[in-house]
Nanobody
Framework: QVRLVESGGGLVQAGGSLRLSCAAS????????MAWFRQAPGKEREFVAA????????IYADSVKGRFTISRDNAENTVYLQMDSLQPEDTAVYYC??????????WGQGTQVTVSS
């Protein structure tokens, strides 16, 4: 099994920055693609960013491109999401996920990010 634990959320003013961390443990976790998703109140969960198992390729949602950066440190079994130029519309619960055999199979409990205007 894979266990994911997010941290680093909080309250920040518009224009500020936060860095989220996702500590991963479990079988072969360093071989999995990893991603961040988010869910705002009253909205469906949406994709934010993903990174290949070796960190060699990343993709982003258009809404965060140029402001967020996903990275991973396989030696520390940790995935990061650096979030800059935060806006109120970035307010959401942010979830870390690992891609198993066919889907985003594994999820953390989420961390709240609130951006005030």
């Amino acid at each position: 099994q894979v266990r994911l634990v997010e941290s680093g959320g909080g309250l920040v003013q518009a224009g500020g920055s936060l860095r989220l961390s996702c500590a991963a443990s479990g079988r072969a976790v360093n071989s999995y693609p990893m991603a961040w998703f988010r869910q705002a109140p009253g909205k469906e969960r949406e994709f934010v960013a993903a990174i290949r198992w070796d960190g060699g390729h990343t993709i982003y949602a258009d809404s965060v491109k140029g402001r967020f950066t996903i990275s991973r440190d396989n030696a520390e079994n940790t995935v990061y999401l650096q979030m800059d130029s935060l806006q109120p519309e970035d307010t959401a619960v942010y979830y870390c996920s690992a891609h198993g055999d066919s889907e985003w199979d594994y999820w953390g409990q989420g961390t709240q990010v609130t951006v005030s205007s």
